[in-house]
């Protein structure tokens, strides 16, 4: 369902990506993206397969040097899910997605309901996509 999702809403997800990596800084910006319901299972890591994905196409699309951007993702599922095989699927997604093109980015798991507090304020310039 999720990858059907993913699939289905994808120029959509690519352009807001697009937008708001152009809106940043070229010096030292964040960009934070949330997987709300991220789940343990192969889809797990489209979300920032996506994102990833899409920063080194605009790069090369664009001729544009890559900006000093980093990439925070905050994978959140409900405590029961198996955060320790999300950890271990990201070892192997790194190796694939990995290189000199992809932005650093870094990933965080993040168990609890989003309905309560999940994240802390801003403290800083940053771009958030949800």
Not at 35 to 63: F, R
Not at 93 to 109: S, W
């Amino acid at each position: 369902m999720k990858e059907k999702a993913i699939l289905e809403t994808r120029l959509v997800l690519r352009k807001a990506i697009e937008e708001v990596y152009m809106s940043l800084s070229t010096c030292r910006s964040t960009l934070v993206v949330a997987d709300l319901g991220c789940s343990s299972g192969p889809n797990t890591l489209l979300v920032v397969s996506e994102v990833i994905g899409t920063i080194c196409a605009y790069t090369q699309k664009s001729e544009e040097c890559a900006r000093g951007v980093e990439v925070q993702f905050f994978l959140n599922d409900l405590p029961g899910n198996d955060f320790n095989l999300v950890f271990r699927s990201l070892e192997h997604f790194e190796d694939i997605a990995g290189g000199k093109e992809a932005p650093p980015h870094y990933v965080a798991g993040l168990p609890g309901s989003y309905y309560g507090k999940l994240f802390p304020r801003c403290n800083g310039p940053g771009s958030y996509l949800y």
